[in-house]
């Protein structure tokens, strides 16, 4: 406390003196106590900071350090005091410190002081860390200068950075590599990672998806509504808290061609500026979407073609004409079987058309042996549009040679040359019949077969018909326009076994035939052709189950089963049958019986529509041979 002065109250002079004095103590007094208060606040702040706080002279010497020092370096409070201080920083650091301090002492251009910067400090086991070193400088009362260095340790930051950095680069390399079209962008517009898979199915470069407006422009056009409508659903997926199937869109690809994408997209947190980001994937649907198209396309033929074919059958029943109901049957089933190999082929190449030698052998095939035609040509196809028609017409063809003709004498036989199709562009038929009943010159009288057939070649396929009644028999030229035919599509040429059924032998009274058909018309003319041969039917049944019930009750002698009962595979009766020993045969709408017939390939296979002398003499095959699947 500074001292005081008492004097008389009658020395007025020095009454006022000692006032004057003794007030400018009291300001002393309370100057020296604020420097001393303001000194322990200092002394507080330095000592208790977290980061660490070195005082230096101008030579580089610790003059003070607080105790946040020794622990960040790792050094003894006292190990430190009048140790230069590059002791404190890395390799680097170190050697350029004192020319830093020099320069500034002559210079005064500041590196460091006041601004700030990044350094290496190494701590007492050597190893280096990072630094943030913020640097003041100050005099003391005598203007002596010094230096106070305050360090942050930013290790921890450093080591957060990097693995951040290691996801940003994780992250990259996973959407880059995705196997889909995925791509991180942000709600600054920017487009962070795109995969290779988006750039490669759109045909884009990286480059010209910069941001999330080169998207849309390119795959939506920006200025177009849908362009609009896509930007509105983008910015509104920034404030998702979950993921969210966002449908489908048309996207339009650098080539121009147009893909249907479904988009699901996720929020993936925020980038270091706080943006929120969002990565959206998509599933390409354009396949898939082309695919049901086709299918419902195929519907649409098929249910096309099917009604075609119903009136078809509809139209021969109507035109058939026979005072013999035998005779009238027959016509009718062979020109509808005519119609059923015709699909047969076509389904077998996929409805891309039916090979002519096909069609040819399994028209022939059905009425005689290999030894009584032969067919020469090239590879021809007959455009499936055409393929029922040019069935039908070998058919009546057939069935004449059958009925009048060649066929019907033992060593009659039949030849089929058909012109290459680099002959012109139209397709020429010669059938020829040699070696059948003397020819007495053409009909007075032309039947239903003559006037179908004409039909068929010159009304319905825009070609010619020229028939020839002279010896050796019968000759038939058929010239066909390029629409109906073509040269290619066919592969190498199927050699068609149709089986030859025997007649059937009598049936033994009293034999039992299972019949399995869910188809109920099919199933009463089987029963009926069955019990009107002479067997005993059990059922008919449609179902599996009703199948298996009727043969708990005992074996059957033999069976007929179609392969698809109601939906379900016929494979158990087929199984169980075989179990007893009992024979069967297949009649079916599948080609081969399809995996029925894989499965028991020792049945035989009647593929519908079958004709009636075919199922009777398969029947009684069975019980001559024994035939089992």
Known sequence: MAARAWVDGNAVEFARLATDFNLMADTLDIRDRTLQSTSEQYRAVFESAVDAMVVIGEDGVIRSCNPATARMFGHAPEDLLGRNVRVLMGDAQAAAHDGYVEAYLRTGVRRIIGIGREVEGRRADGAPFPLELSIAQWRDSSGERFFTGIMRDISARRNAERREAAERDRLRRVVDGAPFPAMVHSEAGEILHVSRAWLDI???????????????????????????????DIERLYALDRPIDEGEYVIRTASGRRRTWAFRSAPIGADETGHRLVVSMAADMTERRDGEERIKLLMREVDHRAKNALMVVQSIVQLSRSEDPAEFTRAVEGRIQAMARAHSVLASARWSGADLRRLLLEELLARAGEESFRLSGPPVSIRPEASQAVSLALHELATNAVKHGALSHPVGRVEVVWSPPEVGNTLCLWWQEIGGPEILGEPTRQGFGSVLLRQVIEGQLG??????????????????????????????????????????????????????????????????????????????????????DLLRSGPPDAAVLDVNLFGATVDPVASA????????????????????????????????????????????????????G
């Open 202 to 232: 759109t045909g884009y470069t990286r480059g010209e998806l910069a941001n999330v407006r080169d998207w849309i422009d390119r795959a939506y056009g920006g200025d177009a509504p849908e362009g609009a409508v896509v930007r509105s």
């Open 463 to 548: 070609g010619a018909l020229e028939l020839y009644w002279a010896a050796p028999g019968l000759a038939c030229l058929i010239t066909l326009p390029e629409d109906t035919w073509q040269g290619s599509g066919v592969g190498g040429t199927v050699t068609i076994h149709q089986p030859q059924w025997a007649p059937a032998p009598p049936a033994i009274p009293g034999r039992r035939i299972l019949v399995a058909e869910d188809e109920a018309l099919t199933a009463m003319a089987l029963q009926q052709l069955l019990e009107g041969a002479g067997y005993v039917v059990l059922g008919p049944v449609g179902r599996v189950e009703d199948a298996l």
């Open 577 to 628: 049958l075989e179990d007893m020993g009992v024979p069967f045969v297949f009649c079916t709408g599948y080609q081969g019986g399809g995996v029925a017939g894989e499965r028991h390939p020792r049945a035989p296979v009647l593929v519908k529509p079958v004709n009636a002398n075919n199922l009777l003499g398969a029947v009684g095959g069975l019980f001559d041979s024994g035939a089992a």
